[in-house]
């Protein structure tokens, strides 16, 4: 099926460094987003990346595509405890809807 | 900023019993969907609506779902007869004018059946 899937399940890290997820899927897309959820809260967009793109930054977060080898990263720099989530990729066949991975739990230690 | 609304946050019912889950989407966007997400799960997707009909579908959607536009502004999920399993957190999505846009999600509502 055509669904994200990050890489590691859980990482922890001390404040101040940098976090970095990956996430791989499976047939070609039209674009891939990423997306926060803090605990049993809502979806928050963070960035979307089109399939034509290779990498995007917006403030503290980079997103590098890799089309070749169906998979993308996100780096967060300079974590904060505010970035303690959970962290989706979802990708966007051209069908109408996202598919979305299981998510990347990260902890930040203050 | 606009965003996604959703009402209500939290719904207890009793199981058999319909529930009407209410969303208002960005004023300009075209496209809604409806995802769900069981607890401890993955989000998933349930429908996509454009141009007043369902765009697409996925297995979960039977025939106890269903959606509307009722007006210019709310889109609707309905669960006919609430069934245990369909205890979840529901997030409307919307997006727009292209389908190929970021999706923007609501809150969600979190629904317990009883």
């Known amino acids: 099926s055509q669904q994200g899937e990050e890489d590691p399940q859980a990482l922890s890290i001390q404040e101040g460094e940098n976090a970095t997820m990956n996430c791989s899927y499976k047939t070609s897309i039209n674009n891939l987003q990423w997306y926060r959820q803090n605990s049993g809260r809502g979806l928050v967009h963070l960035i979307l990346?089109?399939?034509?793109?290779r990498e995007k930054h917006s403030g503290r977060l980079r997103v590098t595509l890799d089309t070749s080898k169906k998979s993308s990263s996100l780096l967060i720099t300079a974590s904060r405890a505010a970035d303690t989530a959970s962290y989706f990729c979802?990708?966007?066949?051209?069908?109408?809807?996202?598919?979305f991975g299981a998510g990347t739990t990260v902890t930040v230690r203050a | 900023e606009p965003e996604v609304t959703q009402t209500p946050s939290h719904q207890v019912t009793q199981m058999g019993q319909e529930v009407i889950l209410r969303c208002v989407p960005i004023s300009n966007h075209l496209y809604f969907y409806w995802y769900r997400q069981i607890l401890g799960q993955k989000v998933e997707f349930l429908v996509s609506?454009?141009?007043?009909?369902?765009?697409?579908k996925s297995e979960i959607f039977d025939d106890q779902f269903s959606v509307e536009r009722p007006d210019g502004s709310n889109f609707t999920l309905k669960i006919r007869s609430t069934k245990l399993e369909d205890s979840a957190m529901y997030f409307c999505?919307?997006?727009?004018?292209?389908?190929?846009?970021?999706?923007?999600f609501g809150p969600g509502t979190r629904l317990l059946v009883l």
């Open positions: 990346i089109r399939s034509n793109e």
């Open positions: 609506f454009y141009n007043n009909e369902i765009s697409e």
């Open positions: 979802a990708t966007d066949t051209n069908d109408y809807k996202l598919s």
């Open positions: 999505a919307s997006s727009g004018p292209r389908a190929e846009e970021t999706q923007y």
